[in-house]
């Protein structure tokens, strides 16, 4: 009898529970679907383009250290090929510390009242930017990790002002160089990347941009950004820091076309993270800036080629790696917008154009542009800029400009004369805050440290003078 009681009591303390708990048990059931809903609404990253942006992050430093640093040093004398390949690795090296200090915060922030111009200080030493953190690509929705967008842009900031030290090479003062490469990179090369390239994204295309971005002018991967930038600030160094000692006057050919051919290589190989990589995405588009980038340099390299065996004779080495380079160079702000063929004419135009600016007009302004940045990287920056406004045409092959405000984000194109102007201002823009920027700071340093080593340290040679070692012994 007791048992049958105990049996009742236990059943009716089960209702009793379940009566209790009824309510929880629902609740966590319509809870479930709306957690489940909103895991699925917070987006996640492919792992191919996460993947894809790690790959041209790394190639990228590749067209830097060693690239860049051997294409420069074997076009120097070798008694100062060691103080480029410092002056290049130093800067690397100093950038990187700027760029995730405030350099990152200048250029992909909104600024306020100052937006046109630059950024803010709101994610300065990376406040706010974890691994939960995203950056939107160029499609609606797909975004790959902040951390990837942010160190991949860090290495454009690190081989820009690399760049420039190719102009006044063999003369310069170490401590100068990365005095000026501290002030340019903050007050030039951090406000135009912001002009250039900041916006909303395609979710929230109405945002406020940059200035340039409002212009209406595309630049794929920097060509106003990187290299009308370098090549503007080369030009200004250049006249500044006056001729080397014994220019014209003495032999100052490259100590080694080897190395130099290894360094063009190298930068071919390094600039697909460059130009396929600013696509953010591993599609259709990054394949499309990849052939472009093999074809318009293969086109600038016979080009060049082409041009020297009808004015001198014969083709050299040299004028095949200054080929390549000029091909790079034009082909980096059309990278995902011309069609292949757009991509091979331009390579084929760039280089006959560059070489005239190498030969005839640096010898005409006797100017000293030891390894010709502003004849290659500033010319064919300004005609890559302009001519990406006429071949992003769909009628000439080009994949057109996406409209993000259209439900599809229909690609079209505003007609040439729209977007030609659209690209010279964006030059303009351009050539003018780097040439007055880029002179005020050399006055800066010049003042501070002084630009030009003794007459004597630079008869001896930068690496002597001023590292205490040599590249080579023999």
């Known amino acids: 009898m007791s048992s049958i009681k105990l049996s009742t009591s236990l059943g009716r303390l089960g209702a009793l529970t379940a009566a ?93 009242s100052l937006n046109l111009f630059v950024g803010g200080f709101s994610k300065m030493f990376l406040a706010g930017v974890d691994t939960t953190t995203l950056a939107e690509s160029f499609s609606k929705g797909v975004f790959i990790p902040e951390y990837v967008f942010v160190v991949f842009q860090m290495t454009f900031a690190c081989i820009t002002p690399a760049l420039i030290v190719g102009a006044f090479a063999e003369r310069i003062r170490f401590s100068a160089v990365v005095l000026f490469v501290i002030l340019w990179v903050t007050f030039v090369y951090f406000p135009i990347a912001h002009m250039v390239w900041f916006w909303g994204g395609p979710s929230a295309y109405t945002a406020p941009t940059g200035l340039i971005f409002s212009f209406g002018a595309i630049d794929f991967a920097g060509g106003t950004v990187v290299h009308i930038n370098a090549g503007i600030a080369g030009l200004v160094g250049a006249i500044m820091l006056g001729k080397r000692t014994g220019y014209k006057k003495e032999i100052m050919a490259p100590h080694s076309m080897t190395l130099t051919m290894v360094g063009a290589s190298l930068l071919w190989v390094g600039w697909f993270g460059f130009n396929a990589g600013s696509n953010l995405e591993a599609n259709a588009y990054a394949g499309l800036a990849m052939i472009n980038t093999f074809l318009a340099t293969a ?34 702000p059309a990278a995902g917008f011309a069609g292949p063929m757009g991509a091979i004419v331009l390579g084929f135009i760039v280089s006959p154009v560059c070489y005239f600016f190498v030969d005839v007009v640096k010898n005409k302004f006797n100017y000293d542009d030891s390894l010709d940045v502003f004849g290659v990287h ?73 630009l030009r080593v003794s007459v004597e340290a630079e008869r001896e040679g930068l690496d002597l003078s001023s590292h205490g070692e040599a590249a080579y012994h023999s």
């Open 378 to 450: 500033g010319v064919g920056g300004i005609l890559g800029a302009i001519a990406t406004g006429i071949l992003v045409n769909p009628a000439l092959g080009g994949a057109g400009i996406v409209d993000y405000s259209t439900a599809d984000f229909a690609a079209g194109y505003a007609g040439t004369a729209t977007q030609v102007l659209a690209q010279l201002k964006g030059v303009l823009v351009t050539v003018v805050w780097s040439g007055i920027g880029s002179f005020i700071i050399f006055k800066i340093v010049d003042s501070i440290v002084g």
């Open 299 to 332: 086109a600038a390299i016979i080009s060049w080629a082409a041009v020297e065996t009808l004015v001198r004779g014969k083709a050299s080495m040299l004028g095949a790696a200054s080929g390549a380079v000029a091909g790079l160079v034009a082909v980096t």
């Open 20 to 112: 209790l708990l009824a309510p929880a048990v629902a609740f966590a059931q319509e809870a479930a679907p709306a957690a489940a809903e909103a895991v699925a609404a917070v987006p996640v990253p492919d792992k191919g383009d996460t993947t894809w942006m790690l790959l041209s992050t790394i190639l990228v430093l590749l067209m830097t250290v060693p690239g860049l640093a051997l294409f420069y040093g074997g076009l120097v004398r070798a008694k100062n090929m060691l103080s480029v390949l410092m002056q290049v690795m130093m800067i690397t090296a100093i950038v990187m510390i700027i760029w995730v200090t405030y350099g990152y915060s200048l250029a992909f922030t909104d600024g306020g």
